[in-house]
Nanobody
Framework: QVQLVESGGGLVQTGDSLRLSCASS????????IAWFRQTPGKERDFVAG??????NVHYSDSVKGRFTISRDNAKVYLQMNSLKPEDSGVYYC??????????????????WGQGTQVTVSS
């Protein structure tokens, strides 16, 4: 079991920065791959960034590469978001894959999910 709680969302302007946090707990949390997904109304959740249980491997979607940084510190995973754009807006979900197999980009592989945090970037 893994429990996930996101925080750090908010309303910002284009070009601003935000840092999202995902606090994890539970028996499998330390060995789980953690990823961030973004969802906008009427659309599926899209992969944003992921980090392996060790923290050594990371993967980003093309749309955020060079602007977002994912990191891991014990039981917390952070998503530092710089140079934000309106298209970065959405509900950001933290997800955990307890199986050691790389960093999946599909939601199907993630067994545990947080409640989400809203990020809104105004133009």
């Amino acid at each position: 079991q893994v429990q996930l709680v996101e925080s750090g969302g908010g309303l910002v302007q284009t070009g601003d920065s935000l840092r999202l946090s995902c606090a994890s707990s539970g028996r499998s949390s330390s060995s789980a791959t953690i990823a961030w997904f973004r969802q906008t109304p009427g659309k599926e959740r899209d992969f944003v960034a992921g980090i392996s249980w060790s923290g050594y491997n990371v993967h980003y979607s093309d749309s955020v590469k060079g602007r977002f940084t994912i990191s891991r510190d014990n039981a917390k995973v952070y998503l530092q978001m710089n140079s934000l754009k309106p298209e970065d807006s959405g509900v950001y979900y933290c997800a955990a894959d307890p199986v050691v197999r790389g960093i999946p980009v599909l939601t199907d592989y993630y067994e545990y999910w947080g409640q989400g945090t809203q990020v809104t970037v105004s133009s």
